[in-house]
Each structure stands twice: as C-alpha cells, then as structure tokens.
C-alpha cells in the first residue's frame, strides 16, 4: 500500500465505524542524555564468519541518535560497522577505542 493512503496517525486506512476518531499519534522516543544510559560492550563473532565485532548493547532512545553514536564510533575507530536493533556494531576487536570514546562523551559503561 503505498504511503499517500495510510492515514499518517496510526495507520488505519478505513474504518466501518461511524463514531471512529483518530487517536493522537504515538510520541517519539526521548533519548536520554548519555549519563542515564548503560551501555555494555563485547565481542562477538557468532554469524559472521568467524569475524569478530565489537557491539555496543543498552543504547536507549531515537534511532537517529543510534545512527549518530554509530557514526562517530565508526569514524573514531577508523572502520566500519551498522547500527540496527538498538545495538551498534563495529568490526574488529575495537573494545579498547570504543571505551574510551564512550567514557570521554559521557556514557556510563558496565
């Protein structure tokens, strides 16, 4: 169904209801400033081929903001990596640069 259809507050198309009101959309996830969230960092290298991953775990908030911590991670350890899940990940055993980065922008860590 394309975009211009779907009603932009809930995604109800039609309604055989005659008292039917559109309730208010669903607010946007506040992101907590970093000093709020815990966030937990490991190593994986279960289902990627025997790579390994450093994943950054707790994050809580927009995913805007997720993509933004990704983005500097990403830019600081000099690799690459996705954000998705509420969880960021980066290749390469970075856990050491990561910490730190995440220590200097505030983020308390498990």
């Known amino acids: 169904m394309s975009a211009k259809k779907r009603d932009s507050v809930n995604g109800i ?31 994986e290298s279960k289902h990627r081929g025997g790579k390994t991953a450093t994943v950054v775990t707790g994050f809580t908030g927009r995913t805007a903001d997720l993509d933004d ?16 899940d509420g969880e960021v990940i ?14 200097t922008l505030g983020y308390r860590l498990r």
């Open 13 to 43: 198309v039609y309604s055989t209801d005659p008292a039917f009101q559109a309730g208010p959309a669903a607010a946007a996830p506040v992101t907590p400033p970093p000093a709020q969230q815990r966030l937990h960092i490991r190593l």
């Open 69 to 84: 911590l990704a983005r500097r991670l990403k830019a600081h350890c000099g690799t690459g990596g996705s954000a998705k």
């Open 90 to 103: 980066i290749q390469g055993d970075q856990r050491d640069k990561v910490a730190a980065l995440l220590a």
